[in-house]
């Protein structure tokens, strides 16, 4: 994510995740999960969001999860899904990074990521897609 100010682009890191899930009967829950390390990598934040969904969202349920204290978490068919970067840092911003990180490998997906947005900016957001 780049966000112009006062003529210099500044690059906008997330540290926390958040889903918010509804389903056909209005019925709404959020859950979020705080990132290892602040990240504006496409593909980071969507795995940690399905992570979220997937732990805390079951379709299907037996007979021993409809008779826990959560069954509305389960056998509804869902109206929307939604996805949140939050805890927006700058990239001024200093951490330490993990040992057994590829920094390499991460600031090969940053860039690949800033193509991506640069390419879909000048020939529409179709123009590029993830299969």
Same mark, same amino acid.
């Given at each position: 994510? *780049?966000?112009?100010?006062?003529? &210099?682009?500044v ?23 705080? &990132?290892? *390390?602040?990240?504006?990598?496409? @593909?980071?934040i ?7 969904? @997937?732990? *805390?969202?079951?379709?299907l349920? #037996?007979?021993?999860? &409809?008779?826990? *204290? ?5 056998? @509804? ?10 805890? &927006?840092?700058? #990239? ?5 990074? #993990? ?33």
């Amino acid at each position: 994510m *780049n966000r112009k100010r006062s003529g &210099l682009f500044v690059t906008i890191w997330c540290r926390t995740v958040e889903i918010s899930v509804r389903d056909k009967e209005l019925f709404h829950f959020s859950k979020q999960v705080k &990132l290892q *390390n602040a990240s504006n990598i496409t @593909k980071e934040i969507a795995e940690a969001g399905y992570r979220l969904y @997937k732990d *805390n969202y079951r379709l299907l349920a #037996d007979d021993e999860e &409809l008779k826990s *204290n959560r069954p509305e978490f389960f056998q @509804k068919p869902l109206r929307s899904i939604g996805i949140r970067a939050t805890d &927006l840092v700058t #990239d001024y911003f200093w951490e330490q990074l #993990d040992i057994f990180m590829d920094p390499q490998a991460r600031e090969k997906q940053v860039k690949m990521d800033e193509t991506v947005d640069i390419i879909r900016k000048r020939f529409g957001f179709y123009s590029v897609q993830r299969i």
